[in-house]
Nanobody, 119 residues
Framework: QVQLVESGGGLVQPGGSLRLSCAAS????????MGWYRQVPGKQRELVAS???????DYGDSVKGRFTISRDNAKNMVYLQMNSLKPEDTAVYYC?????????????WGQGTQVTVSS
């Protein structure tokens, strides 16, 4: 069972920046895609950003140009740099790891970290 631990959340003013980190207990190289999702109460969890094993990235429309996802395979870490934060970015942010090994789908989630954007 892979453990994913997020950190870096907190309270920030609009226009500010935060950097989220996701530490994996095992090598992230085994996963096809690492991603960040977010969720607010009463809404479905939505994709914020993802990065493949080959470093191809994808972003949700609402964060394009403001957020950057990156991964450090040597440290088993995934990061989300969030700039120009808006109140609507307020949510719990979750780290996700997905892959497939020996025809078994892998899908792991962290416990989440709260991001609040408010003046």
């Amino acid at each position: 069972q892979v453990q994913l631990v997020e950190s870096g959340g907190g309270l920030v003013q609009p226009g500010g920046s935060l950097r989220l980190s996701c530490a994996a207990s095992e090598s992230i190289s085994r996963f096809t895609v690492m991603g960040w999702y977010r969720q607010v109460p009463g809404k479905q969890r939505e994709l914020v950003a993802s990065i493949t094993r080959g470093a191809t990235t994808d972003y949700g429309d609402s964060v394009k140009g403001r957020f950057t996802i990156s991964r450090d395979n040597a440290k088993n870490m995934v990061y989300l740099q969030m700039n120009s934060l808006k109140p609507e970015d307020t949510a719990v942010y979750y780290c996700n790891a997905r892959g497939r090994v020996f025809n078994v789908d892998l899908n792991y989630w962290g416990q989440g970290t709260q991001v609040t954007v408010s003046s």
